[in-house]
C-alpha cells in the first residue's frame, strides 16, 4: 500500500536511479555483474582462461591524449555553452549553410580560437581543433578546412611574402572567406588535366582567367555558393608568344580570384556562380560551381612561390619542368590530406563508442530462465566490433605519427620528409577513411533498429564522413600513388640507393622475402610466438614484400606487349593491394612503438592485447596468401584464428575501458541510446514519453 503522502516521482526517481547504478556496473565490470552473465561467458570456449585485465583508464587516457587537449576542451566548452549554436538533429539546407557559418564566426571571433594561425605555428594544435569541431559537426570540420587549410593554406604554401602580408588577417579572422576551386566538371582526379585558362595581357598586366568550355567549370568548390569572397583559382597558365602557335603553356598555376564584392556580397562581372544543391551530407557547407569569362586580376595575384611572370611577360621557375612544378604544388597541399586522416579515425572512435556502449548495455536473449545478456557477450558481436576497436587504436598511433612528421616537416622542409609524408598522408587518408566508411555501417547495424533513429548519429556519421573517401584525392588513385612510390624505392633499391624512412624496413624485409620461408618457423604456433611483434611485422611485411616483387615482376612483363599504361591497368588490384598492404605494415609497426614505449604497466598491458588483437587479425584476414605460400602451416594458421577470437573476448572484458581511454566529451557521442547509463531515459524522452 502506498504511504499517504509520498512523492510518487520520488520512488520512480531512486528506483530509475539504482537501474542506473545497476547497468553503469555492468558497463565498467562486465564480466562481474551476476553469475549469469559469468555462465554465459564462460560457455565461451576462450573464457576458461582469459582473466580481466586492470586498466587505468586515466593513465591510457592520459598517454592516448595528443598534447593540445586544452584546446579541445576550449572548443567544447563553447559549443556546449550554445546551444543556439548546435546543430538541431532536422535541419534544412540553407538554415545549416548559416548555422555553420556562424558556428565558424562565433569559434573564431568568440572562443578565440585561430586555426589559420596554428596551422602556420603548430600545425598538431591545427589537427586538434579540427577533431574537436568535426564531434560538434563534420560540416563545421569541413568549412574549417576549406577556409584555413585549402583556401589559406594556398595562399601561404603557393605564395610568397606579399601573399601573405595582404591576404593573412583576412583569411584569419573570417573577413575574407574564400574557395580552394581546383577540381571541374571534367577533371576531378586528373588535376593535370584541367582545362581553365589564365593568359597573360603584357599590355595591362593582368592575367585574364577563362572557363573554355562547360566540362571546364569549376564544380564542388566549397564556400562558393553562399559565403566565400575569393577563390584560389587553378588554371593553366598561358603565355604568349612570338611564333605561330601564340601562346605558351606552362602548367596548372594557382591564382587569386575575388568572385564577390567585400561590400554588397554581389558576384563579380564576368564570374558566374551556381549552387551544386543538395548533398548526401555535409549539408552545411555552401558547395558550389564557377564558370568565369574574361575575368582580370592583377599579375601580383599569381601565387608565385613556384613559377612567377615578369612584368615583360617572361617565366622564371627554380624547378626545371611542368612535372616538377606540378608535383611542388600539389606536395604544399598534403595538410587537407593528413586533417581527413585523423579526423576520419576521430569519426570511428565515436562510432565505435556508441555501438560499444550500446552493445554493453542492450540485453538480448540469454541461457533458459536466466536474465538476458548483453549482446556485446555474443561471439558474432565481438567479432563485429573488437577488432574495429583494435584497429582504431591503431589508427590513432598512425594517424598522431602522421601528423608529427607533417610538423617536422612544415618546419624543416626536408627532401625527403616531403616525399615520405606525401607517401604516408596519402596512404593512411585513403586507409582510413576507407576502413571508416564501411565501419559506420558496422556500428549501425550494431544497434539494431535503434542505430537507424537519426538522433542515434549514424546517418549523419556516414553521410558526412562517405566523401572523405572521395575529396583530397581518390582513395583508388591516392592508392596508386603509394604503389607507384613503392616500386620507385623498389628499383632504387636493386640501384643502391637510399630508402627513405617509411620504406626503410624494404630493405631487410625483401632480403628475407627472397629466400624461402623457414619451414620451421612456419609450424610455431605458441601463443608466446604468435604475441612477439616481431612475428607480427615479420608477417605483415613479408606480405608486403612479396607483393612488391610479384607486381614488378608483372608489370615488366606486360609492359612489353601492353605498354605501361596498359601493364599498370593489367595489375591495377594487385598494385592497390600492394599500398594497402605497406600502409598496414606502417600502422602495425607505429602501433607496437607505441605500446613499447607506454610508461604506465597497466595501460601498457591493454595495449599489448589490443595491438595482438590487431595485428592476428589482419593476418587471419589474410590467410590464405600465408597458406599458399607456407609461410603458415595450417596447424599455425588455425592457432592465429583461435588465439584472434579469445583476444578479441579478452579486449571485449575491457572494451567499457578502452572506448572511455578516448575521453571523447557525451557531447560528441550523444547518442541517446550511448550516453546514459540507462541506455532508454533519454530516448524516450526524446521521442514525446
Ligand atoms: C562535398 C564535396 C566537396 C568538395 N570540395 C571541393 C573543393 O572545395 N575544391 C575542389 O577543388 N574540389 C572539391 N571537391 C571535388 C573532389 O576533390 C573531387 O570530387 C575528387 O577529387 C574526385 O574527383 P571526381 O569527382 O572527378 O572523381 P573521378 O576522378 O571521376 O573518380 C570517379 C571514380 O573513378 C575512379 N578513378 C578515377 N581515376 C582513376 C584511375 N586512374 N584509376 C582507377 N580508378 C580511377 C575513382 O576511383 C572513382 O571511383 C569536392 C567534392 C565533394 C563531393
Redesign the pocket.
Known amino acids: 500500500m502506498q504511504a499517504p503522502n509520498r512523492d510518487p516521482t520520488a520512488e520512480d526517481d531512486s528506483q530509475s536511479a539504482a537501474r542506473r547504478i545497476q547497468r553503469l556496473s555492468l558497463h565498467l565490470t562486465p564480466a562481474a555483474i551476476s553469475p549469469d552473465d559469468h555462465r554465459q561467458i564462460s560457455r565461451l570456449e576462450c573464457a576458461k582462461a582469459a582473466a580481466k585485465l586492470n586498466v587505468d583508464t586515466k593513465s591510457l587516457s592520459s598517454y592516448m591524449r595528443g598534447k593540445h587537449r586544452e584546446i579541445q576542451d576550449k572548443v567544447m566548452d563553447y559549443f556546449n555553452n550554445r546551444p543556439d549554436l548546435q546543430t538541431p538533429v532536422e535541419i534544412l539546407k540553407d538554415d545549416h549553410r548559416e548555422l555553420c557559418m556562424r558556428q565558424l564566426t562565433g569559434l573564431v571571433r568568440e572562443a578565440g580560437i585561430r586555426p589559420f594561425r596554428y596551422i602556420v605555428e603548430d600545425p598538431a594544435k591545427y589537427f586538434a581543433v579540427l577533431e574537436a569541431v568535426g564531434g560538434v559537426d563534420m560540416s563545421l570540420g569541413?568549412k574549417m578546412g576549406?577556409q584555413y587549410s585549402?583556401w589559406g593554406g594556398s595562399v601561404i604554401n603557393l605564395g610568397t611574402k606579399k601573399h601573405k602580408d595582404k591576404y593573412f588577417d583576412g583569411i584569419d579572422n573570417l573577413e575574407y572567406p574564400g574557395?580552394?576551386?581546383?577540381?571541374e566538371l571534367h577533371?576531378?582526379?586528373?588535376v593535370q588535366g584541367l582545362q581553365t585558362m589564365a593568359t597573360f595581357d603584357p599590355i595591362t598586366d593582368e592575367f585574364v582567367i577563362d572557363t573554355p568550355n562547360d566540362g571546364a567549370i569549376?564544380?564542388?568548390?566549397?564556400?562558393?555558393a553562399v559565403h566565400g569572397k575569393f577563390a584560389t583559382v587553378?588554371a593553366k597558365l598561358m603565355l604568349p608568344t612570338h611564333d605561330e602557335r601564340g601562346v605558351s603553356d606552362m602548367g596548372v598555376h594557382a591564382f587569386i580570384v575575388p568572385i564577390r564584392d567585400m561590400k554588397t556580397h554581389q558576384t563579380l562581372p564576368g564570374i558566374e556562380i551556381n549552387d551544386c544543391g543538395h548533398?548526401v551530407g555535409?549539408n552545411g557547407?555552401d558547395?558550389g560551381a564557377l564558370r568565369f569569362r574574361a575575368v582580370r586580376i592583377p599579375r601580383d595575384n599569381l601565387l608565385n612561390r613556384f613559377g612567377d611572370v615578369s612584368r615583360d611577360g617572361k617565366y622564371t621557375s627554380s624547378l626545371p619542368s611542368i612535372n616538377k612544378r606540378f608535383a611542388a604544388t600539389l606536395g604544399e597541399l598534403v595538410g587537407g590530406r593528413v586533417g581527413l586522416a585523423y579526423s576520419s579515425g576521430s569519426v570511428l572512435k565515436v562510432a565505435g563508442t556508441i555501438a560499444i556502449r550500446y552493445s554493453l548495455l542492450r540485453q538480448q536473449f540469454g541461457p533458459p530462465k536466466q536474465p538476458e545478456v548483453s549482446i556485446l557477450d555474443y561471439q558474432s558481436q565481438q567479432h563485429k566490433l573488437m577488432p574495429m576497436l583494435a584497429s582504431t587504436y591503431a589508427f590513432h598511433f598512425a594517424t598522431l605519427h602522421l601528423v608529427e612528421k607533417y610538423s617536422e616537416m612544415k618546419k624543416t622542409h626536408d627532401e625527403q620528409l616531403v616525399a615520405d609524408v606525401h607517401s604516408l598522408s596519402a596512404g593512411l587518408k585513403a586507409y582510413v577513411t576507407s576502413y571508416t566508411a564501411k565501419s559506420l555501417s558496422i556500428c549501425r547495424e550494431a544497434c539494431g533498429g535503434h542505430g537507424y533513429a537519426a538522433v542515434n548519429r549514424f546517418g549523419s556519421l556516414r553521410n558526412d564522413h562517405d566523401?572523405f573517401q572521395?575529396?583530397?584525392?581518390?582513395?583508388?588513385?591516392l592508392l596508386?600513388q603509394v604503389a607507384g612510390d613503392l616500386l620507385k624505392q623498389y628499383k632504387e633499391k636493386f640501384q643502391g640507393g637510399t630508402l627513405t624512412v617509411t620504406w626503410n624496413y624494404l630493405r631487410e624485409s625483401m632480403n628475407s622475402y627472397l629466400s624461402q620461408p623457414n619451414p620451421v618457423t612456419a609450424r610455431w604456433e605458441s601463443e608466446d610466438h604468435l604475441r612477439d611483434p616481431k612475428f607480427q611485422l615479420d608477417a605483415f611485411r613479408y606480405r608486403t614484400s612479396r607483393l612488391l616483387q610479384s607486381v614488378a615482376v608483372r608489370l615488366r612483363k606486360h609492359s612489353k606487349t601492353l605498354g605501361s599504361f596498359g601493364a599498370w591497368n593489367r595489375c591495377?588490384n594487385h598494385l592497390l593491394t600492394l599500398a594497402e598492404s605497406h600502409i598496414e605494415s606502417v600502422i602495425l609497426a607505429k602501433f607496437i612503438e607505441a605500446v613499447q614505449n607506454c610508461p604506465d604497466a597497466s595501460s601498457r598491458a591493454a595495449l599489448k592485447l589490443v595491438c595482438d588483437l590487431y595485428a592476428l587479425d589482419q593476418i587471419w584476414k589474410d590467410i590464405g596468401t600465408y597458406r599458399n605460400v607456407d609461410y603458415v602451416a595450417p596447424n599455425k594458421a588455425k592457432a592465429i584464428h583461435k588465439l584472434t577470437a579469445y583476444l578479441s573476448f579478452r579486449v571485449r572484458n575491457i572494451a567499457g575501458e578502452l572506448i572511455d581511454a578516448f575521453d571523447i566529451p557525451d557531447y560528441v557521442t550523444r547518442a541517446p541510446i550511448a550516453m546514459q547509463s540507462d541506455a532508454y531515459s533519454q530516448y524516450t524522452q526524446h521521442v514525446g514519453f
Open positions: 569541413i576549406v585549402l574557395c580552394f576551386a581546383m577540381t577533371h576531378g582526379s586528373n569549376k564544380w564542388w568548390i566549397g564556400n562558393a587553378f548533398k555535409l557547407v558547395n566523401i572521395t575529396f583530397e584525392g581518390d582513395n583508388t588513385v596508386q591495377l
